[in-house]
């Protein structure tokens, strides 16, 4: 089942001032996205205009104040036009002037913060960056530093970098964040437990879990100890140490974690805020990774109720609960809805971000995995190649999200026999993952090391097969902590690749090896496969000797 994560940054609320309540959320947001294209922001990025796309997106706060209703939303546009930019600008900034005489270089910077958050809100993270960027920048510039706002920004630019996947800058800054709170307030103050806490939501979504887990569990302690167990802070810790052990296969600890922080949220949120949402899609995503699809039947449409009526029908998050859910109903047989759920998230992405946005290239990716269950592989190589242009047209060349994307093709067109594709798309990914400094990909690298030496073995190339699935199983060994299916399928492969070769003793070995895992995990049915090849070897070879 394909594994979708609501982004954090989008869906908490409280950090921007929670505008599901400020604005209509329904009309406000597609009058926002329209105003970036009809302002041409995101041509001037592109084109790198910096300073241009600076006015910009400046204007764009002084307007988004003002979108109530739609008609207002439109008014404010008309004023624009006719008004041009700076008198526009001097007119409207009076109404973000919390006090007289407010400093007009403050003012700027607190407006492109604001301007970031709505841009985080409505998807346009390059535009979240840029905003970010500048305004970081000219607070390290300015003659009186105030390090806790260089600290807050450095923490919002790294968030938004993270749901960008720029892993080495994003884990670069939070560490700048925590630097920078240590100095200003203490190793012991809210703001460290704050940035801790961020720190490793960021390490959790880079697949980074036992330096995830460190962080979270410091400042849970903290916050259990200043804030008390019953405190939103307190929550959000067990949220992410909840996440944290279902990503790492402890599903019990991970559905108690995740009730107690619901518990607390709703006491705090109520049941119909749009963040009790997100709490509810990561449990009923547990629970159907649990194998308990029921439960999570209940839970995600539970989830997408509230977000429906707290976000209108449109909105770009629906999107992830309709995956989520459309995972759950392929398990429980329902693949027709299960693909028109798909197909729905697909829509509103595109409606809401744009054909080239990355999270519309996740829904083509989780659509083609979709008909490759239901045994459409050609379909699914179709939308994966899809999903792999958006990603490199939006990330570049070198990034995780294009390295799992080359990865899958790999076993694709593998299995569709195109040996030649299959082996060039699996070192493409090999060469990015190994590119990352840091980042702990040695699980992805063991992978891309299994699959290349099925494909060389396809290809008959034995030798440089064994070689590969050699280093798969050493790295797997190295980073498994007990007997794991994973290390079971290396010794397998290895096995059949020395009865291709003859290599008869060392068949059995491997093979005998295999057998002993699979019985510690229970996994009757590859036993009896691997004991039925081991007695046909042996009688082959019986058979040979006389």
């Not at 509810?280 to 547990?286: E, K």
């Not at 990914?429 to 992978?447: E, H, P, T, Y």
Request: aromatic share 8%; proline share 1%; with cysteine.
């Amino acid at each position: 089942m394909a594994r979708v994560r609501t982004n954090f940054l989008a869906d908490k609320h409280r950090l921007f001032g929670d505008l599901t309540v400020k604005f209509e959320p329904s009309h406000s947001l597609t009058a926002l996205q329209n105003y970036l294209v009809r302002w041409g922001v995101w041509h001037l990025i592109q084109q790198n205009r910096e300073r241009e796309a600076r006015t910009k997106l400046l204007n764009i706060l002084f307007f988004a104040q003002m979108l109530q209703t739609e008609a207002s939303s439109t008014r404010a546009m008309k004023v624009y036009i006719k008004l041009g930019t700076k008198k526009c600008r001097k007119q409207y900034s009076r109404k973000l002037q919390k006090y007289k005489n407010a400093d007009p270089n403050l003012l700027e910077l607190n407006a492109l913060s604001e301007c970031a958050r709505f841009f985080g809100f409505a998807g346009w993270y390059e535009c979240s960056a840029l905003a970010q960027r500048i305004s970081l920048e000219k607070r390290k510039k300015g003659k009186k530093q105030d390090l806790k706002e260089i600290a807050t920004e450095c923490n919002n630019l790294a968030i938004t970098l993270r749901n960008q996947g720029h892993y080495e800058e994003a884990i670069n800054l939070h560490k700048e964040c925590i630097s920078i709170c240590k100095r200003k307030t203490g190793k012991d103050s809210e703001e460290t437990a704050n940035a801790l806490r961020s720190y490793g939501f960021s390490l959790y979504s880079f697949s980074m879990h036992d330096q995830a887990l460190v962080q979270a569990e410091k400042a849970y302690s903290f916050f259990m100890e200043r804030t008390g167990k019953d405190s939103v802070e307190t929550a959000e810790c067990l949220e992410l140490i909840g996440l944290i052990k279902s990503d790492t296969n402890k599903l019990e600890e991970a559905i108690y974690d995740l009730k107690k922080a619901i518990k607390i949220q709703e006491k705090i949120l109520g049941t119909d805020h749009p963040h009790m949402a997100t709490l509810l899609n990561n449990l009923g995503q547990t629970y159907a990774d649990a194998g308990n699809p029921k439960e999570a039947k209940k839970l995600l449409e539970e989830s997408l109720r509230i977000r429906i009526n707290s976000l209108g029908k449109d909105h770009h998050f629906l999107a992830y609960s309709y995956n989520n859910l459309a995972g759950v109903l392929s398990e429980l047989g329902n693949a027709n809805e299960s693909l028109t759920l798909q197909k729905k998230a697909l829509e509103i992405r595109e409606k809401a971000l744009g054909r080239k946005h990355p999270e519309v290239a996740m829904d083509y990716d989780n659509l083609g995995s979709h008909y490759y269950s239901l045994g459409d592989i050609h379909k699914d190589i179709e939308f994966s190649e899809k999903a792999l242009l958006i990603f490199e047209s939006a990330y570049g060349p070198v990034h995780s999200e294009v390295a799992i994307s080359y990865m899958k093709l790999s076993e694709r067109y593998n299995e569709t026999d195109q040996l030649g594709k299959a082996l060039n798309s699996n070192h493409k990914a090999q060469r990015i993952f190994r590119s990352f400094k840091g980042f702990d990909n040695r699980s992805m690298l063991a992978k891309a090391k299994y699959i290349e030496g099925i494909i060389l073995r396809k290809k008959n190339e034995f030798q440089l097969a064994q070689k590969s699935l050699k280093e798969a199983l050493r790295i797997r060994q190295k980073i498994s902590s007990g007997p794991q299916k994973s290390i079971a399928n290396c010794l397998r492969s290895l096995g059949l690749n020395c009865a291709d070769m003859h290599q008869i003793a060392n068949a059995i070995k491997f093979f005998s090896a295999a057998i002993e895992i699979y019985d510690q995990l229970e996994l009757g049915s590859e036993s009896r496969e691997l004991e039925a090849k081991i007695s046909k070897i042996k009688e082959e070879k019986r058979i040979d000797s006389q």
